[in-house]
């Protein structure tokens, strides 16, 4: 049977629910990530209600190119996740790797930019305790930030297991754990960007 | 997948609306229609990245439920506050 067909779940019969991709505990991480995420924007966005004109006066002090550019590296991170998957579903172990080691150069490039963001932030004197704007911006990005970072140490982990010959088409359940929460990571941002950097 | 849409299109279309909301952010636009049209640009871009990167099309309804509709709350919250504030 041809690798390719398998990835389309030939074992299940087509009217049954497919599987949640991945280890099925990751699932309860990310729904417990998402709502703490989800959480700390609606309360974003309640308290800029009280708030609007400081909101959007220090808003444009941000920097929205490392924000968009921080967006873009995030979305093709992911896509490249995607590639790998469905690399290893053709047993094709070393593009897998490849894919896996590039979203991982995504992801360096997004702490990259954040810290250069947060030392430019930083070398200004704003704190967490500067106003309620910035409280807001720096904890919710830098509660990001530490996901990034979570999520860049599972996929390395994921990558080096996959080198040594740990994954195959008909066994990669770990690689699509690693890809479930990092895809997870990039929806955050993709709804914080907008939010924060953005709509004023 | 669809030969017009795929990862590599998805990928492409995130890329453009990204590129878009930046473009809106640096010629000023603001106010409720602009809101509006960021918020479904994030909410269009997550519900890809649920559907076809996360692949939880054909998930059980549950799973799919609880995505959407963390996206949904999200989102509509978001707008209402927004809407709120003028």
Known sequence: ?200 | MKAYYNIHTIWLAMMLLTLTTYAMAKLGYSGAVVMLFLLLSAATKAAMIIRDYMELRGVSLLWRGIMYGWLLVVTLAIAIAYLISL
Request: charge should be negative; hydrophobic fraction near 50%; include cysteine.
């Open chain 1, 1 to 200: 049977m041809n690798a390719a067909i398998i990835n389309e779940n030939t074992e299940s019969s087509p009217d049954e629910p497919r599987l949640l991709p991945g280890d099925f505990a990751i699932w309860f991480f990310i729904f417990a990530e998402l709502l703490v995420f989800g959480i700390a924007f609606l309360s974003y966005a309640v308290v800029r209600v009280q708030n609007v004109e400081m909101f959007n006066q220090y808003q444009l002090t941000l920097n929205r190119e490392l924000g968009a550019a921080n967006t873009l590296l995030l979305i093709t991170a992911s896509y490249f996740v995607v590639r790998a998957i469905h690399a290893i579903r053709l047993d094709d172990v070393k593009s897998c790797i490849k894919w896996l080691y590039a979203s991982l150069g995504c992801g360096a490039g997004f702490l990259l930019l954040k810290s250069l963001e947060y030392y430019d932030k930083f070398s200004e004197g704003i704190t967490l305790s500067t106003n309620t704007f910035y409280m807001f911006y720096l904890s919710l990005t830098m509660f990001h930030f530490l996901h990034v970072i979570l999520g860049m140490i599972i996929l390395f982990a994921v990558a080096i297991k996959a080198q040594r010959g740990g994954y195959s088409a008909r066994d990669h359940i770990g690689i699509e754990t690693g890809a479930s929460y990092w895809h997870m990571v990039d929806l955050v941002w993709i709804i914080l960007f907008p939010l924060v950097y953005i709509i004023r």
